[in-house]
């Protein structure tokens, strides 16, 4: 059974905090990604990696890096938190051809006060 | 720039036909999917279209026509559990996805 996993579902933090969202996937995927989900926006690609090592910006990555240094872990990192990114962060992983689904994981419900 | 549209919202009574609507504009096509999101729980993949055309996998079947930027995902004999959104996303090169808003669909008894 494939599986990603984030490493908090609920969190959070205050204006200016460096905060660190997991994923892990048990998959073996080369791929993955980065996304957050606002009501009226839908989902919105953050970063995402083609490899270990390999980072690659999305459409919103202003605010956020990534870090990929195993081939079943990838980080999120918000260097500096503000209210702005109280969102949804879903992680998502696929094998390496296009033709491949993304499979989620469960998100995680970040709060900025 | 990239254009998704799907209606906000839709509903329907258990054991009838619903189709949901999606068009595009987008700088590059490699694919389109479907995916359904039940409320607080991560998506999960529907269908896949690339070639323009239906393709049916049980109770679900997706339609897409590239020359118009428009697919539609079709949802026969409704049951309760298909309460849930659905999300329209266009593979925009390289596994690169943008999804649309999503369509929230209620199913009635």
């Keep these: 059974d494939v599986k990603v996993t984030q490493s908090s579902r609920y969190l959070v933090k205050r204006t200016g905090e460096k905060v660190f969202l997991e994923c892990v996937q048990d998959m073996d995927h080369e791929n993955m990604f980065w996304y957050r989900q606002d009501p009226g926006l839908g989902l919105r690609l953050i970063y995402f990696s083609y490899d270990v090592k390999m980072k690659e910006k999305g459409d919103i990555p202003e605010g956020y890096s990534v870090s990929r240094e195993k081939k079943e872990r990838f980080s999120l990192i918000l260097e500096s938190a503000s209210t702005n990114q109280t969102s949804m962060y879903l992680c998502a992983s696929s094998p390496r051809d296009s033709y491949n689904e993304q499979f989620f994981g469960p998100g995680t419900r970040l709060t900025v006060l | ?109």
């Design chain 2, 1 to 109: 720039g990239q254009n998704i549209d799907q209606p906000t919202e839709m509903t329907a009574t258990e054991g009838a036909i619903v189709q949901i609507n999606c068009t595009y504009q987008t700088s590059g096509f490699n694919g389109l999917f479907w995916y359904q999101q039940h409320a607080g729980e991560a998506p999960t993949f529907l269908s896949y279209n690339v070639l323009d055309g239906l393709e049916e996998k049980g109770r679900f079947s997706s339609f897409l026509s590239r020359s118009k930027g428009y697919s539609y995902l079709l949802l026969k004999e409704l049951q309760m559990k298909d309460s849930a959104s659905y999300l329209c996303a266009v593979n925009t090169g390289f596994q690169k996805l943008v999804f649309g808003t999503g369509t929230r669909l209620l199913v009635s008894p």
